[in-house]
């Protein structure tokens, strides 16, 4: 279990994964001082691992959609667009008309 005193220390360009919002555990506050409502915590943490899973599952789906588009464009490329001749000017002009 992880305390709150170690997501502190982390990067703030580590992210956050749901199993680390679910395990995390604060201390408990001392005799005779006010807390939080223990429930009202692990519920929120709940909603944030919950969210947290949902924004990863968005992510994927995102990642896997551009791999496929980069892929039909990269064979769209192959069958359709203009291949690059040897030649310098690829024929499209005549000595004298390159001068002008």
């Keep these: 279990m992880h305390s709150v005193g170690v997501f502190r220390a982390a990067s703030r360009l580590a992210r956050l994964c749901p199993e680390q919002v679910k ?31 949902a924004r990863d599952g968005v992510e994927a789906g995102l990642r896997a959609e551009n791999a496929r588009l980069k892929t039909a464009l990269s064979q769209w490329q192959s069958n359709f667009a203009p291949r690059p001749s040897r030649m310098a000017n690829a024929g499209r002009w005549t000595e004298p008309e390159q001068r002008r």
């Design 23 to 53: 395990r995390i555990r604060f201390r408990r506050t001392n005799f005779g001082r006010r807390g939080l409502a223990e429930e009202q915590v692990y519920g929120f943490l709940r909603a944030v691992a919950d969210e947290l899973t």
